[in-house]
């Protein structure tokens, strides 16, 4: 995919990504980017299932280095995609839908619930590197822009099965065995 837009999003992000304030930066280019959701939304085109797509949608790589990953990422609706980290910040931007985001803790060698919001169009959400979340598209398809202050391809990064929350390594075939239909929760 390459839309002027999201190539100057992503120089942006190139650019601060080794600054002194890279989450500030990258999350003020974000709010910039999608504060006309509906326009962003007409210049993105929209997924095409196939080859690369899953249960859970479709991710579009951007950008990736050993500093900085982008993606495009389409939710499909009514799926609980399953708790993971990314042991890297992110910041997170929806330009339509509704993002579900579901929060956990690690609490004593387990896996807690603690809280949650949804992300609309035009909002932003930055996460830490401690962060442990997982997303649900609430009401229909979302789409958003996911930045990773790293080459999130090359973490050991974990998964929880969503109803033990056993901690695995994250692949990208036990991810989409950890999908659930039946959309938030």
Request: glycine share 10%.
């Amino acid at each position: 995919m390459s839309t002027n837009v999201l190539d100057e999003f992503v120089a942006t992000c190139r650019a601060v990504v080794m600054g002194e304030h890279p989450i500030v930066e990258i999350t003020r280019a974000m709010e910039q980017l999608v504060a006309k959701p509906s326009v962003l939304a007409a210049q993105i085109p929209e997924p095409v299932m196939g080859l690369s797509s899953s249960v859970a949608g479709s991710d579009e790589i951007l950008f990736e280095d050993e500093s900085l990953t982008v993606f495009v990422v389409h939710s499909a609706p009514d799926i609980q995609q399953p708790p993971h980290d990314h042991l890297i910040s992110a910041v997170i931007g929806v330009y339509e839908g509704i993002e579900e985001q579901r929060y956990f803790r690690r609490e004593g060698g387990s896996l807690v619930r603690s809280g949650g919001a949804d992300i609309g169009p035009g909002e932003v959400l930055a996460l830490g590197p401690r962060a442990v979340h997982a997303i649900s598209a609430n009401g229909g398809w979302c789409r958003a822009v996911h930045v990773y202050l790293g080459a999130l391809s090359s973490i050991d990064r974990s998964l929880f099965d969503p109803e033990t929350f056993d901690e695995k390594p994250m692949t990208s075939e036990r991810y989409e065995k950890f999908c659930r239909r039946g959309g938030s929760s």
